[in-house]
C-alpha cells in the first residue's frame, strides 16, 4: 500500500511513491483507453497474477485514481477524474518508450 503519511522530499519522489511498481501504471495506461472489465484487464496485462491485479486495483482505487462501477450488469474499472489527471503524463510515457524501444531494438507486443 502507499504510505502517503510521511513527508516527500519533493514533487517527484511523491509521484513515484503513488505510481511506483510495474503494475500501476501499465494498469493505469489500459484504463486511459476507455473503462474495462476485470476479466478485460487480465487478459491486456500479460504476466499479472489475479492476486496482484486485485491488490493493484484496490491501491488505485484507494487513492482515488481508478473506480469500480457496474455497467450492464458487469463489473467496470475506469479512470476517476483524478486518474483522468494523468492522461498526459501516462502518454508521455508511451511516446518516450515507443522511440526508446525503435533506438534500443526492443521489441514490443502488438
Do not use: N
Not at 505510481?19 to 483507453?33: E, H, P
Request: proline share 3%; with cysteine; glycine share 10%.
Amino acid at each position: 500500500m502507499t504510505d502517503l503519511s510521511r513527508t516527500f522530499g519533493c514533487p517527484v519522489e511523491l509521484a513515484l511513491e503513488v505510481l511506483g511498481g510495474k503494475w500501476k501504471t501499465v494498469l493505469l495506461a489500459r484504463l486511459k483507453q476507455g473503462p474495462l472489465r476485470y476479466g478485460e484487464l487480465r487478459r491486456q496485462v500479460v504476466g499479472l497474477s489475479d492476486k496482484m491485479l486485485t491488490q493493484r486495483l484496490r491501491e488505485l482505487e484507494e487513492i482515488g485514481l481508478v473506480c469500480r462501477s457496474a455497467v450492464a450488469g458487469h463489473e467496470h474499472y475506469a479512470l476517476t477524474e483524478r486518474g483522468e489527471s494523468l492522461r498526459t503524463v501516462l502518454q508521455s510515457l508511451y511516446d518516450w518508450g515507443r522511440a526508446f524501444a525503435v533506438e534500443a531494438d526492443v521489441k514490443l507486443a502488438p
